[in-house]
């Protein structure tokens, strides 16, 4: 493919998140807390979390490949970054929620695979493509600073995951106001370290699909994030009123 192709395909694709996010303000998707019978069968949790992000490392790691093995060490940091948080995600998370008995739509986990297939397949292809001149790249300030911003967002993404799972105990499925730290400030902290992980990822690697992952992933938690935020304040009447969704101060 040639890289004018891919480059408008990949806008496109950013187009796409920009026009959905809207929708996904009103429509919230039907997982976890905001499950819902309506839409159609279902799946284990755990078993569903699997397949959907197993894809992504996947599909990344068969187009790297295509011209050979990459010779430079900042697009094998990338890819490392990609393939340690997606290995996280299929395997460990699953495992350490507590989520005995509960569900997933399999229409969720379909979107998830396709979701995860396209970015996936966009930020293997492009960082195996030797299109981009990462010669030199190590010692550039936007890796620098946007692998700190990822490792940032890393961070407060993983503490705040821990921190709502142990909100329960093993066999529990019950939901409690989550308190200390960021929580303090933000409903979904968890989120708000996604969006800069991913935010952080795309400026190291300054190119189109890891900027299109970062916008995905926006156009996916904001919404999820308000959502979650309006769902405590209807379900606990002493949830904390100065607590903003997703970030602090300010949303
Ligand atoms: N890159 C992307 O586009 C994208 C999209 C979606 C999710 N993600 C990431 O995937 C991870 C999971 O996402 P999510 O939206 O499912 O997160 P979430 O709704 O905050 O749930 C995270 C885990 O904590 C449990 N939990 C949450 N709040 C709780 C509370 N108040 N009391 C007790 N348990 C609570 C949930 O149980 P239940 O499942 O039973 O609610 C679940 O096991 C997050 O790190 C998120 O950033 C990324």
């Given at each position: ?194 969006i800069i992980e991913w935010c952080g990822f795309a400026i190291a690697c300054w190119n189109l699909p890891a900027l299109a992952f970062a916008a995905w992933t926006a156009a996916n938690l904001v919404p999820r994030a308000l959502s ?24």
């Open positions: 493919m040639e890289e004018q192709v891919f480059n408008r395909l990949v806008l496109a694709w950013i187009v796409l998140a920009i026009a959905l996010m809207p929708i996904q303000l009103f429509v919230t998707a039907p997982y976890g807390r905001h499950i819902s019978k309506r839409w159609g069968p279902v799946i284990g949790n755990r078993l569903g979390w699997f397949f959907m992000e197993i894809v992504s490392p996947t599909v990344l790691l068969a187009v790297l490949f295509r011209n050979g093995v990459p010779a430079l060490g900042a697009v094998w940091i990338c890819v490392a970054l990609w393939l340690v948080h997606y290995m996280h995600r299929a395997f460990i998370f699953p495992l350490r929620t507590r989520t005995s008995g509960k569900h997933i739509p399999l229409v969720i986990v379909l979107s998830a695979v396709a979701f995860n297939t396209v970015n996936g397949w966009t930020n293997g292809f492009y960082l195996g493509s030797g299109w981009a001149d990462y010669s030199g790249w190590l010692d550039d300030p936007r890796f620098i600073i946007g692998i700190a911003v990822f490792l940032a967002g890393a961070g407060i993404n993983l503490w705040a995951d821990s921190r709502l799972i142990a909100l329960r105990e093993h066999g529990e499925t019950h939901y409690a106001i989550p308190r200390g730290g960021l929580f303090e400030k933000v409903s979904c902290p968890n989120h708000l370290g996604e979650h935020h309006r769902w405590y304040q209807k379900e606990f009447p002493d949830y904390p009123a100065d607590r903003k969704a997703l970030v602090p101060y300010a949303l």
